[in-house]
């Protein structure tokens, strides 16, 4: 008897130290699938119809010259705990119109065609003293300190 409860035991503490291994799978933004996009014709579809079709754009181009230029970008990554993410899926789908509103060009971006960007750590100077912990703390208190 003792053994048995012993041995489901054992069987349930390696189930769940499986389970604890596994990844949480975490998908953001708005995922297309490839039947949808393949019904969104060059030349054909309007503005109205991509709606239609894929929805609303997860983003919008602020620059535009003749055309716009809609995104729709999704990203699915995998979390083993809080701090170690990596994104294993990417999809971008930037669909450009032309003057009438018709898609005039259609571009698909994945995971190989992501680039690393280096952020710049720097800091912006900004003017007055520069006042330590204690200062700070009863400069209030102290007339004239500041």
């Excluded at 119809?49 to 754009?57: E, R």
């Excluded at 995998?78 to 990596?86: K, N």
Aim: with cysteine; net charge negative.
């Amino acid at each position: 008897m003792n053994r048995a409860i012993l041995t489901v035991c054992a069987a349930a503490a390696l189930v769940l130290a499986i389970a604890a291994c596994t990844p949480d799978r975490i998908t953001r933004g708005h995922h297309l699938d490839q039947q949808d996009i393949d019904r969104v014709q060059v030349g054909v579809t309007t503005q109205q119809q991509v709606t239609d079709i894929l929805g609303s754009p997860s983003s919008v181009a602020t620059f535009q010259q003749h055309s716009d230029t809609w995104y729709y970008i999704s990203k699915q990554s995998e979390r083993y705990t809080e701090l170690d993410e990596e994104t294993v899926a990417q999809q971008v789908v930037a669909i450009d119109f032309d003057e009438t509103g018709r898609v005039a060009n259609l571009r698909q971006y994945d995971m190989g065609d992501a680039q690393q960007v280096a952020y710049v750590k720097r800091e912006t100077p900004t003017q007055g003293a520069k006042l330590g912990f204690f200062e700070q703390l009863l400069g209030n208190l102290i007339p004239g300190q500041q």
